[in-house]
């Protein structure tokens, strides 16, 4: 599909609209704005992590309302089961009183998910969005379920240090293509905030896309281009994130584990919705770094050494960062 230059720009100028009425509703969270859209245009999935009350839950229920999106909710609890999620089929009498399965279906089956708190739940429920996060379907009792189109789960989850949380294992958290740190706000937007949701005035959001559009959205997002030189850059910074391969010292010191191809294909991905949104149809350095942070911070696994010295895999992804591109023209 061959798509003409005026489009990116006009596909620009509707998302900012969009971030414009989010940001009629949510006060501050600039960031945790911007990645919730990246992972929508990069039709992947997001996982938000801070602490209760700062506004995560509404900031997706706000996405999914101005993006018209269908919209369900799951709060996970350590005696939430998959089928709780997935749905079950369940024996009724029809009109002539034979008995047949009845498929009902789970809350998973709506555009965006919002997964709340999802390691307050244990590992067996939280594997139980593996399937519709990878593959987009769902199998109960050798059935195959087909999820709603566009789909996307966006997790919420506490701090792992706080009580009563498991948390998520490296194989589900590879499927989220970024990990969003949500911030407590500062003084002025906390007098905002009360002045928001305190008194008698209601906000009401208008719809600035529909499916359609959005389905555009993300097929513009693959169409943008990115260089070969480019694409090595991308490539380099995946390599210096694994201990073996790594010309830093930091990273062979502290970390086990780095980054594997699903981690490159989420960088290349929500570059090129940050490409998009500024109204650009190729990807740049720029993109690549800015994105960084949320693709890798989930994806490096700390050694021993690492989490005794307090290490933190931000300032890790800084430093493979900050080399990122020597050589090649901005």
Not at 19 to 39: K, N, P, T
Not at 100 to 109: A, M
Request: hydrophobic share 40%; glycine share 8%.
């Amino acid at each position: 599909m061959t798509f003409r230059p005026e489009q990116f720009t006009e596909m620009s100028g509707r998302l900012r609209e969009v971030r414009e009425e989010i940001g009629h509703f949510i006060v501050g969270q600039e960031e945790a704005i911007e990645f919730s859209l990246y992972s929508v245009l990069a039709d992947g999935h997001a996982l938000l992590e801070g602490l209760p009350g700062l506004g995560k839950t509404m900031l997706i229920r706000t996405i999914s309302d101005v993006l018209d999106l269908s919209f369900s909710r799951i709060q996970f609890t350590p005696d939430l089961m998959p089928t709780d999620i997935t749905g079950t089929s369940l024996i009724e009498r029809d009109a002539e009183g034979r008995q047949q399965f009845t498929f009902r279906e789970g809350p998973i089956f709506h555009q965006m998910v919002l997964a709340d708190e999802i390691n307050r739940a244990t590992p067996k429920t939280q594997s139980a969005l593996l399937e519709a996060m990878g593959e987009k379907t769902v199998t109960i009792l050798g059935d195959t379920k087909t999820m709603a189109r566009p789909f996307f789960v966006l997790a919420t989850q506490n701090p792992i240090e706080m009580e009563g949380t498991y948390p998520l294992p490296e194989a589900q958290m590879d499927r989220f293509l970024c990990k969003i740190l949500v911030s407590y706000p500062n003084r002025a937007e906390l007098a905002e905030i009360s002045r928001r949701t305190t008194g008698s005035e209601i906000i009401v959001l208008e719809k600035k896309m529909d499916t359609a559009a959005l389905i555009e959205a993300q097929q513009l997002v693959k169409a943008v281009l990115i260089a070969e030189d480019i694409l090595m850059v991308a490539v380099d910074i995946i390599q210096n994130t694994h201990p073996a391969q790594s010309e830093f010292e930091p990273i062979r010191q502290f970390v086990q584990y780095g980054s594997g191809p699903r981690g490159l294909q989420s960088l290349i991905r929500l570059a090129k919705a940050r490409a998009l949104t500024e109204g650009r149809y190729h990807v740049s350095i720029g993109d690549l770094k800015h994105v960084a942070k949320p693709v890798l911070r989930h994806r490096l696994l700390l050694n021993y050494e690492g989490e005794a010295n307090g290490a933190s895999t931000d300032d890790l992804i800084d430093l493979v960062v900050s080399g990122a591109g020597r050589g090649v023209l901005k």
